[in-house]
Nanobody, 118 residues
Framework: QVQLMESGGGLVQAGGSLRLSCAASGNTGSIDAMGWYRQYPGGHRELVAQLIGAEEVKYGDFVQGRFTISRDNAKTTVYLQMDRLKPEDTANYLC????????????WGKGTLVTVSS
């Protein structure tokens, strides 16, 4: 089993910055991809950023260079640096981990709320 714990969300003004963290624990050896999705009150969920394997990085189209995903040396913690935030970035940001290449097993954190005010 894998557990994911997010932190770093909060209230920020438009144009500001926020840094999210996600720490994985448990059977982390089964994980080969980690990243972030965001979910809106209506239930829609979309990819924000993802690290796959050792090299591949994927961002949602809306990011437009404003966000950067990174990880620690142990590859069990991922970060999302968000700059130039907009009100439409307001959402619950969910950490995601998966065995991408083999089993497809996925894990989700409970999320950290990001609210961007104008």
């Amino acid at each position: 089993q894998v557990q994911l714990m997010e932190s770093g969300g909060g209230l920020v003004q438009a144009g500001g910055s926020l840094r999210l963290s996600c720490a994985a624990s448990g059977n982390t050896g089964s994980i080969d991809a980690m990243g972030w999705y965001r979910q809106y009150p209506g239930g829609h969920r979309e990819l924000v950023a993802q690290l796959i394997g050792a090299e591949e990085v994927k961002y949602g189209d809306f990011v437009q260079g404003r966000f950067t995903i990174s990880r620690d040396n142990a590859k069990t913690t991922v970060y999302l640096q968000m700059d130039r935030l907009k009100p439409e970035d307001t959402a619950n940001y969910l950490c995601h981990a998966t065995n991408y290449y083999r089993t497809g097993m996925t894990y989700w954190g409970k999320g950290t709320l990001v609210t961007v005010s104008s």
